[in-house]
């Protein structure tokens, strides 16, 4: 069983900034992807960013500019740098890590989510 600690979320002002981050452990034999999702009330849950092994990335339109996903391989963790937030960033992140537990079996964990409200 693969688990995530996510870490970071909190109330910040328009134009702030906030960092997430998001640790994974247990039955690991290597991961392959890592991201961050987010859910607004009243809508669906939508991919906010994604980091491969590699280190390639994807962003939502939305946020191309302001955020930037990393991740550290040799501590399983992935973060997310939040700035010039805007309060439609409001939302619960959720941190996504897909990868093996080993050689035959795939895995997919959700973190617990995080809270980010952006408002003055």
């Known amino acids: 069983q693969v688990q995530l600690v996510e870490s970071g979320g909190g109330l910040v002002q328009p134009g702030g900034s906030l960092r997430l981050s998001c640790a994974a452990s247990?039955?690991?034999?290597?991961?392959?992807?890592m991201g961050w999702y987010r859910q607004a009330p009243g809508k669906q849950r939508e991919l906010v960013a994604a980091?491969?092994?590699?280190?390639?990335?994807n962003y939502a339109d939305l946020v191309k500019g302001r955020f930037t996903i990393s991740r550290d391989n040799a501590k399983n963790t992935v973060y997310l740098q939040m700035n010039s937030l805007k309060p439609e960033d409001t939302a619960v992140y959720y941190c996504?890590?897909?990868?093996?537990?080993?050689?035959?079996?795939?895995?997919?964990?959700w973190g617990q989510g995080t809270q980010v409200t952006v408002s003055s």
């Open positions: 996504n890590v897909r990868g093996r537990k080993d050689l035959l079996a795939n895995f997919e964990s």
């Open positions: 247990g039955s690991i034999f290597s991961i392959y992807a």
């Open positions: 980091i491969t092994s590699g280190g390639s990335t």
